[in-house]
């Protein structure tokens, strides 16, 4: 297993003291900061003075000193130089996507991705001139037949939404660089778990939306990346965040901020429930795919990438053929079990369950779900930590029996 400790690269380093030397970060909302001497404004504006150049603060969508507090715990989680974050995951990646490539640009992108990072490569670039091919996030080589001489980016995620392919970060990091391209990889579903910048990918975006904040009640994004990257985002003239403003709230930071620490005790209890869950299902014949079960077809490669001690992660998928039988397992297990809540998005503490295809796929076409293989009765499972695992076992045992997704008992 790979040897970076995401946790301990946190808390080694990391000592963020509020005003007044309070054990909280404090939060600075203040829109804007004055300047003690007015010859340091056009200096901060050159960019030759910021915060971490003797200079100060400037303005708040340009940098603020709460949502630096939580940049630096990001970059030390992912053992990157430095992170900016954002107000969603679909910023954070649209950002990073449009930093690297301009007009008559290309990327090759796995074609298991997000449904609206899919309609970002797919439709949005393509009227910006930014031109995208989609291939298998398993097959490497597909990635590489697939490079021309435009090609800028490589784009995945390190497993695939919905469908829990894994892609292969340090062969694609080889011939990304062989190529001289960028390797741009969405984390969203394995923070800690995995550490693709520790595998070699140069950009890791994240929606912390989902496990990294995991309380569902805010959208926040994140790009994690060499201090070089992160200032171009940064830059006054054309920096895409700066530019296009997805800024984060220094309010929403704060939350963030605090729920940083149980980050890797809840990825364990995620990892712990979805792998009991995942094998007793599997026992009794369910049609369950679980990158921690040895039927999954990438176990060995996620088994080789995952750093130690935080599991498979938390999400795992039930292929119910048919959206009806789909939509009958979630009715009887939200109203008649009480397992989970029929939603879309992942990383709460509840269980949240999905129907991808007629959902969070839904920006895919049809024909191209079933090539990327989103049956329409997939339905995906994000494992909660809430309640008592063996009684949530049974409750889900229970709803596949009486729904007939196996044999009658
Ligand atoms: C939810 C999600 C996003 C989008 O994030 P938002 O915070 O909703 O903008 C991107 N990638 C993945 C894998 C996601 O699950």
């Known amino acids: 297993m790979h040897s970076f400790n995401p946790e301990q690269a946190i808390w080694q380093t990391r000592r963020e003291f509020g005003e007044h030397g309070g054990v909280t970060p404090s939060i600075e909302r203040s829109a804007t900061f004055t300047v003690m001497e007015p010859g340091t404004m056009p200096e901060i504006f050159q960019g030759v003075r910021g915060p971490d150049k003797g200079g100060c603060f400037l303005y708040s969508r340009h940098f603020n000193p709460t949502v630096d507090v939580l940049d630096r715990y990001l970059a030390a989680m992912e053992g990157t130089e430095s992170a900016v974050s954002t107000a969603s995951g679909m910023s954070a990646i649209a950002c990073a996507l449009l930093q690297?490539?301009?007009?008559?640009?290309?990327?090759?992108?796995?074609?298991?991705?997000?449904?609206?990072?899919h309609a970002l490569l797919g439709e949005l670039l393509p009227e910006m001139d930014i031109n995208v091919t989609f291939v298998d996030p398993s097959?490497?080589?597909?990635?590489?037949?697939?490079?021309?001489?435009?090609?800028?980016?490589?784009?995945?995620?390190?497993?695939?939404?919905?469908?829990l392919k894994v892609a292969d970060?340090?062969?694609?990091?080889?011939?990304?660089?062989?190529?001289?391209?960028?390797?741009?990889?969405?984390?969203?579903?394995?923070?800690?778990?995995?550490?693709?910048?520790?595998?070699?990918?140069?950009?890791?975006?994240?929606?912390?939306?989902?496990?990294?904040?995991?309380?569902?009640?805010?959208?926040?994004?994140?790009?994690?990346?060499?201090?070089?990257?992160?200032?171009?985002?940064?830059?006054?003239?054309?920096?895409?965040?700066?530019?296009?403003g997805p800024t984060m709230d220094p309010r929403v930071a704060f939350d963030l901020i605090q729920r940083i620490p149980h980050l890797a005790i809840?990825?364990?209890?995620?990892?712990?429930?979805?792998?009991?869950?995942?094998?007793?299902?599997?026992?009794?014949?369910?049609?369950?795919?679980?990158?921690?079960?040895?039927?999954?077809?990438?176990?060995?490669?996620?088994?080789s990438m995952m750093n130690d001690g935080y599991g498979y992660g938390g999400i795992l998928t039930l292929d119910c053929k048919t959206k009806v039988k789909a939509e009958e397992l979630m009715t009887t297990l939200q109203n008649e079990e009480k397992f989970g809540l029929i939603a879309v998005s992942l990383g709460y503490f509840d269980t949240l369950m999905s129907c991808s295809g007629s959902s969070t796929a839904s920006e895919i076409a049809p024909c191209?779900?079933?090539?990327?293989?989103?049956?329409?009765?997939?339905?995906?499972?994000?494992?909660?930590?809430?309640?008592?695992?063996?009684?949530?076992?049974?409750?889900?045992?229970?709803?596949?029996?009486?729904?007939?997704?196996?044999?009658q008992r």
């Open 266 to 303: 809840r990825m364990r209890e995620h990892s712990r429930r979805a792998m009991i869950i995942a094998d007793r299902l599997h026992e009794i014949g369910a049609p369950v795919c679980y990158p921690g079960l040895r039927s999954h077809p990438q176990y060995d490669l996620h088994t």
């Open 139 to 163: 097959d490497t080589l597909a990635f590489e037949a697939a490079i021309t001489p435009y090609t800028k980016v490589i784009y995945t995620e390190t497993v695939g939404n919905p469908t």
């Open 368 to 407: 191209d779900q079933e090539k990327i293989g989103i049956s329409p009765g997939l339905l995906r499972i994000s494992v909660g930590i809430t309640g008592d695992l063996e009684i949530r076992v049974e409750q889900i045992i229970r709803a596949v029996h009486k729904v007939g997704l196996v044999g």
């Open 169 to 244: 970060i340090p062969a694609l990091s080889a011939l990304t660089h062989r190529h001289n391209l960028t390797l741009i990889v969405d984390n969203t579903f394995t923070p800690m778990i995995m550490s693709p910048a520790q595998l070699g990918a140069d950009i890791v975006v994240y929606s912390m939306t989902k496990f990294i904040n995991g309380a569902s009640d805010l959208l926040a994004g994140a790009i994690c990346a060499s201090r070089e990257f992160i200032y171009q985002l940064m830059d006054l003239c054309n920096g895409r965040v700066m530019l296009l």
């Open 100 to 117: 690297v490539c301009k007009g008559g640009d290309h990327i090759v992108a796995s074609d298991t991705v997000y449904g609206g990072a």
